[in-house]
Structures are given as C-alpha cells and as structure tokens.
C-alpha cells in the first residue's frame, strides 16, 4: 500500500522533529533545508512530528506561501493529535475530551494561580495557551519577543522556575495520568500520559515502512523527542542544529 502510495520512493519514513531540527526555535526554514528535503523526498518518505500547534508549524515550514501538507507527506502537529497524510486530515481526538471540564478546572485554575504570584523578571502575554491535544504553559507569556523569549530561557536555566513548576503540578496532579513536558524555550506542554511523540507512530505503524526513521535534538531523557527517538519503531537520530541535521542527511541517504 505504501509503495502505490509513493511511487518512485523506497519504503522508509523520515520524520522531524521541528525546532531546532528543521529550524532554528521558532524560526522559519532555511532555503537549504528545503532543497535537501526536496531532495529526499525523491528517495523516501518525509514527515514532521512538532509539539507547537499546526498554525505555528505552518509559519516556520511554509515556504513562498507553500503549503506544508503538501511539501510533506505527513504533518503531525502538536504530537500527531493533529495529523494530515497526503494534504488530508487523518482522525485525532482532544486534551479537554480526555480530560473533561471537570479535572481541567482546578488544574488550570491552579495553574493560573501560580503564574500569578511568580516573581519572574518580566511577564507578557498568553499564559496559558489551550490546544487540541495539550494545553501549554509559559511563565514569560506565549507573546514574548525573540530576545526576550532567549533572556528567559537562560535566566530559566539557572533559576530552574519551569523545573519548579512542572515538579509542583506531577505531585499535586498525580492522579491525572498527564505528563509535563518541557520541549521548548520558555514553556512546557501539559497531555495525557503516551501523548508525546510516540502518538504520531499510531498513523503510521501499520502502514508497512520497513524503516521508521525520527530526527530531533532533545533526544535526552526527559527531552521532548526521548520517548519516539527511543522507541523501538522508529531508528533515531540525535541532531545539534538545523545545520547538522543536513550534515547527517547527506551521509545516511545520499542526498
Ligand atoms: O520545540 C517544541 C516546543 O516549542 C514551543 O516551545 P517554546 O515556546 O517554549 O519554545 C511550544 O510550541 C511547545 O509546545 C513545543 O513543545
């Protein structure tokens, strides 16, 4: 099935991680890593796996308007509970079904109170931002600047505040089931347990690739690409940058 599918392509998936993989943190894609992508999806099969939302994703892949459902054949945003296979959406579920009204009320009341009396340098906007399949939660506020999103990750870094924060919410939620990750710069991602990046693996585990390949940078233990670079689907692929990304596309396939 795959290989009707893909003409022309062998039988191997690649998937991205986004930032800091395809480009840099909230960054848009470079003209030389559209062309090495372009390259490679002559070869084999291509897909994100971003922990952003779709319309963030969009903006930084997005090429001359083009329209990244297209440029990739698989689009997973927020994990893959947003999840499109050749420009068409593929079904997904939601944060606040699993959840119910009930449990989300304290949990994002509880979190706002906390964002309230943290005595951080400075706050903007958009704390709490509610997506399909998590809710995010940045102390700095979602609206910040590039230069100020770079201050807080590095006064973060050595005052620990999302560390704190996360380690309050796992012992006060603990019956919740959700996990608290902390995958970008200035915030953390808050879904049920197994809604990491693994959850993109459900579209495409039965489809018959014989090598599921996955890049990304925080491959680490409690980095938010450990659980699908780990797993045993999926060959992974530790990356610093963007740039090295490139470099290890053109050693492994030949591009
Ligand atoms: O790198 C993935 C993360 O990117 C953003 O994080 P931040 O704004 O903190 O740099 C968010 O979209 C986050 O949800 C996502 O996991």
Do not use: C
């Amino acid at each position: 099935m795959v290989a009707s599918e893909f003409p022309g392509r062998s039988n191997k998936l690649i998937l991205f991680d986004v930032d800091n993989t395809l480009t840099r943190a909230r960054q848009t894609i470079t003209p030389a890593m559209t062309k090495v992508l372009q390259e490679l999806k002559k070869k084999a099969v291509i897909g994100f796996v971003g922990g952003s939302d779709f319309v963030k994703i969009s903006e930084q892949l997005s090429v001359n308007r083009s329209n990244v459902v297209e440029d990739f054949d698989y689009a997973f945003a927020e994990n893959g509970l947003t999840a499109y296979k050749l420009g068409k959406p593929l079904p997904s579920q939601s944060f606040i079904k699993f959840l119910g009204e009930e449990r989300y009320k304290p949990l994002v009341n509880f979190i706002l109170h906390y964002l309230a009396d943290l005595d951080i340098p400075i706050k903007r906007g958009t704390f709490v931002e509610f997506r399909n399949g998590m809710i995010n939660v940045s102390p700095l506020g979602r609206n910040a600047t590039i230069a100020e999103r770079d201050e807080f990750e590095v006064y973060d870094k050595k005052q620990g505040i999302r560390a704190a924060f996360v380690k309050v919410l796992q012992e006060k939620f603990a019956d919740y089931g959700l996990t608290f990750s902390i995958g970008g710069k200035i915030s953390f991602d808050i879904f049920p347990r197994g809604w990491d990046k693994t959850y993109a693996l459900r579209h495409v585990e039965h489809e018959g690739y014989e090598e599921i390949h996955f890049f990304g940078d925080k491959t680490y233990k409690g980095g938010n690409d450990y659980e699908i670079f780990a797993d045993p689907r999926t060959i992974g692929h530790s990356v610093e940058n963007p740039e090295d990304t490139i470099k290890q596309l053109k050693e492994i396939f030949q591009i």
